[in-house]
């Protein structure tokens, strides 16, 4: 269904709002607002990040690598490592759906790696004078195990400006590393469901969007899922990811949204916050996992 142009420049204002820089430090100490240091040292281990990578001779020195860059991370409520990881996990599900001949082995690891990175010296408020982004920040942080300029440096920069939000940077995801590391970036909204859900978008409010009302928050879901749904869909086509699990991503999707604005979800209590959803899981969440229904085994445990 086409959007008419009030609604565009509605869908552009929500991007502003729902991606605006928090000017307060949005720190926690709670650590039932972040994550318990038990489950941290154990989810972003170098142990747990090794299975990830397809490289076996280098899997060791590559998880090291990332468990290193997320220690740059910072202790919010969202944005901090236990993210990180999801977002590698989230982009190990991604290219075990793509073509085979649009991704080599070794490129899927650096993406890998790119994906610790993408939030590497992550802070409220703008970024360091001289970079444009926090975006280009967090690609500075590759600069000391990678030559600028190269290969490899260049394909894990593209990827990580990609996770830059909103529509207007969609020039920013022209390639397929781009595409897929912006929805890892998201992967919450498509992989995880229920409470689960609920703990991404509840911590997510309370780091960046805490002055909204609940209500305003629920609208404000109302209005981003159904927008992120459309750039999914797209982009995933893009990327050769199969239909059915494009279908099921899109369904998840839908099924948070109808969740989450329901109004007779009240506010949750901060108990909703219990230690990260993802690192509880047995084994790797991918779109074959998504809901209740399951394609194939992954193959990848955790």
């Known amino acids: 269904m086409n959007r008419t142009t009030t609604e565009k420049i509605l869908d552009e204002k929500l991007w502003e709002q729902r991606n605006r820089a928090n000017q307060e430090d949005p720190t926690v100490t709670d650590p039932e607002l ?21 490289n076996k001779e280098q899997a060791a020195s590559l998880a090291k690598l990332s ?8 202790n919010y ?12 996990r989230s982009i190990r599900a991604l290219t075990e759906v793509i073509p085979a001949d649009r991704m080599s082995s070794d490129q899927k690891d650096l993406l890998l790696v790119a994906a610790a990175a993408h939030d590497a010296g992550f802070e409220a408020g703008p970024p360091p004078d001289g ?23 260049e394909f894990m920069k593209s990827a990580i400006i990609g996770t830059i ?15 897929l590391l912006h929805h890892a970036d998201l992967g919450y909204v498509w992989q995880s469901g229920g409470q689960d859900f609920l703990n991404y978008a509840m911590r997510f409010r309370v780091e960046e969007c805490r002055k909204l009302s609940w209500r305003e928050f629920q609208k404000l879901e109302d209005l981003f899922l159904p927008n992120y749904q459309e750039y999914l869909e797209k982009d995933m086509r893009k990327c050769g990811v199969p239909e059915e699990v494009i279908e099921q991503m899109v369904r998840q999707v839908a099924e948070n949204r109808q969740f989450i604005t329901n109004p007779e979800l009240d506010e949750p209590s901060q108990e909703i916050f219990q230690d990260w959803p993802m ?9 074959r996992h998504i809901g209740k229904t399951v394609l194939t085994s992954s193959g990848v445990s955790l």
């Open 67 to 74: 468990a290193e860059l997320l220690t740059t991370y910072p």
């Open 165 to 179: 939000p909103g529509p207007k940077e969609q020039i920013c995801r022209d390639s397929i590393q781009a595409k």
């Open 34 to 54: 972040t994550v318990s240091a038990k489950v941290l040292d154990q989810y972003t281990s170098q142990e747990n990040l090794t299975a990830l990578f397809h």
């Open 131 to 153: 970079y444009a982004t926090k975006e280009h920040y967090a690609v500075s942080f590759l600069d000391e195990h990678y030559e600028p300029g190269s290969a490899e440096y």
């Open 77 to 88: 409520p969202y944005h901090q490592p236990a993210h990180g990881v999801d977002v590698m």
């Open 279 to 287: 690192a509880h899981s047995e084994e790797l969440l991918s779109p």
